[in-house]
């Protein structure tokens, strides 16, 4: 099982999209039966489309959980 959180994708953490990459090639290497994504994983904003397009590159079942910014906003 992959398990990332707290990414923070977007203005607030401006090497997410790198981590985001390392994790997601890691994981296709491994290909575990699924991905947990615990929450913040981004902020609404445009740059999440980002974060987004990087987790539709792989296929890999997934699972998300919805963090306080991207409920509260978006």
Not at 7 to 35: S, T
Not at 42 to 68: I, N
């Amino acid at each position: 099982m992959g398990i990332i959180t707290d990414l923070h994708f977007g203005n607030l953490a401006p090497d997410a999209k790198e981590r985001l990459e390392v994790f997601a090639k890691a994981v296709a290497k491994e290909k575990p039966d699924d991905v947990i994504q615990l929450g913040d994983f981004c902020h609404p904003e445009e740059q999440a489309k980002k974060a987004d397009a990087v987790m539709e590159l792989y296929a890999f079942p997934q699972v998300s959980c919805t963090g306080e910014p991207r409920y509260g906003q978006g």
